[in-house]
Nanobody, 124 residues
Framework: QVQLVESGGGLVQAGGSLRLSCAAS????????MGWFRQFPGKDRSFVAA????????HYVDSVKGRFTISRDSAKNTMYLQMDNLKPEDTATYYC?????????????????WGQGTQVTVSS
């Protein structure tokens, strides 16, 4: 079974940048869509961004469009989330997920594997 491990979270000031990584092991993920979700305290996990299996299609939640960029490196079995111009409201635990097929989905139930999460804190 594929395992996912996130890294790259941390504390940053508003306007700063972070780059999250999601490394997959135990199998190839190049034929599957992958996504980033975040969870605010006391809330359900919510969609942030997703990328198709081929890497040619991406989708973002409106609140991060123009600030976040999702990408993947099939050779490294790794997905990334470049987060620029961070805002305090981006503070959350970020999770990466592996979809059941190659087509993008914004629904958490479509994702069958999750990482352990990485905390992103943006100070004002």
């Amino acid at each position: 079974q594929v395992q996912l491990v996130e890294s790259g979270g941390g504390l940053v000031q508003a306007g700063g940048s972070l780059r999250l990584s999601c490394a997959a092991s135990g199998g190839t993920v190049s034929d599957r869509a992958m996504g980033w979700f975040r969870q605010f305290p006391g809330k359900d996990r919510s969609f942030v961004a997703a990328i198709s299996g081929s890497g040619t299609e991406t989708h973002y939640v409106d609140s991060v469009k123009g600030r976040f960029t999702i990408s993947r490196d099939s050779a490294k079995n790794t997905m990334y989330l470049q987060m620029d111009n961070l805002k305090p409201e981006d503070t959350a635990t970020y999770y990466c997920g592996l979809d059941t097929n190659a087509v993008i989905s914004i629904r958490p139930l479509r994702y069958i594997s999750w990482g352990q999460g990485t905390q992103v804190t943006v100070s004002s």
